[in-house]
């Protein structure tokens, strides 16, 4: 492949993560969930089948396309479902999850025929984030009085808590999981599954991944509930980079490698939350890398190269894949990438080119 920009997806590295959701499975009971929020690239999902048990969404789309290209067991959650949206969720679903006791109230009948859960939000996260931290306050995200909570045990039968956000720390995850076995162990024990959400980084290098399984099947026991966890960046960390070009070089007091993708349009989770992209570091020749949209901003960061940059050379940008396929916008209306998938026997399929038409057909 010589056009970029384009995302590759690498099957070898996917199914590295894999194989480690697999023995998770395996040595905890828990079952996994890909949360689609982070990656929906749906021309991936047969490597990724075999080694998870379902999907899990934020939206009616995302559940639909939860149904239709991965199959398996099919968890419908959003912050607010509408009146229009009911009927064809649970159409969908095998679970349905509410965030409020209102949404429940409301659509709780409609539903009674699948399972249903509720959000629980036990004030404390991980995030480092305010912008992701779903116990700040005021959060919309879920119930978190007794009482209401009470409310709600007649209907339903299962929980959903997400908390955790790039979360490395076993111990931490021991330490938050033990307060919500003492703060809401009563109703815990009370119901059949507990999905524990995302967030939790245990296919990174040197996780402690046993650990994780053993505490999980602990809390399994204890409680007697299903355990589902709802891996997005996990399920696909270093798993694909994004491929661009050297358009032009410029040098203002600092060298600038101008590259035909655009963190605005095709990286905006770092844009949104102040990141940089993972770039080359080694070499003596520094280069801040951006984008070539008009935002003055729109910057994937600083670079280093064991040589001299010149325009037509290509950048790999590394773990592109999560928060940024399911987030690419047409801002300029910049091209967008491609996307290709890198073979375990090193072939490159390019299974997607967008076009001038796509463009259009965004608008009306």
Not at 93 to 105: H, R, V
Not at 156 to 168: D, F, K, L, Q, T
Request: aromatic residues 10%.
């Amino acid at each position: 492949m010589s056009d970029t920009p384009f995302y590759l997806i690498d099957e070898a590295r996917l199914r590295e993560n894999m194989r480690k959701i697999e023995r998770l499975r395996e040595r905890s009971g828990a079952k996994a969930l890909l949360a689609l929020k982070c990656f929906a690239t749906w021309s991936a999902f047969d490597i990724m089948k075999p080694y998870m048990d379902g999907t899990t969404s934020s939206s009616l789309f995302e559940l639909h396309l939860g149904r239709e290209k991965f199959g398996k067991e099919t968890h419908a959650y959003s912050v607010a479902w509408a009146d229009h949206e009911i009927d064809e969720a649970i159409g969908y679903a095998d679970k349905i999850i509410f965030n409020s006791l209102s949404q429940l109230d409301r659509f709780g009948e409609k539903a009674a025929h699948i399972e249903r859960g509720l959000r629980l939000n036990p004030r404390f996260s991980t995030s480092g984030f305010d912008l992701a931290d779903p116990a700040r306050p005021f959060s919309r995200l879920g119930e978190w009085d007794a009482e209401r909570l009470e409310a709600a045990m007649d209907r339903i039968s299962g929980v959903m808590i997400h908390y955790n956000c790039e979360n490395a720390d076993f111990a931490l995850f021991d330490h938050q999981l033990s307060r919500i076995e003492a703060e809401f162990g009563d109703i815990l024990k009370r119901l059949k599954w507990v999905s524990l959400g995302g967030g939790i980084h245990f296919t990174g290098e040197d996780y402690p991944l046993d650990d994780l399984a053993d505490r999980l099947k602990k809390f399994s026991e204890d409680f007697d509930v299903q355990v589902y966890l709802e891996p997005g960046e996990a399920s696909i960390t270093q798993s694909a980079s994004l491929e661009v070009t050297v358009l032009d070089i410029l040098d203002n007091g600092k060298k600038i490698a101008i590259v035909d993708s655009s963190i605005e349009a095709h990286m905006l989770d770092l844009l949104i939350y102040r990141e940089t992209a993972k770039l080359p570091q080694q070499g003596e020749y520094e280069y801040q890398i951006a984008g070539k949209t008009c935002l003055a901003g729109d910057i994937f960061g600083e670079a280093r190269f064991d040589k001299p940059l010149e325009i037509g050379d290509r950048i790999s940008i590394a773990d592109a894949a999560g928060y940024t396929m399911v987030k690419k916008n047409w801002f300029n209306g910049v091209a967008m990438p491609a996307i290709a998938i890198r073979r375990e026997n090193g072939n490159i399929d390019r299974i997607r080119d967008f076009t001038y038409e796509d463009y259009r057909a965004s608008l009306s």
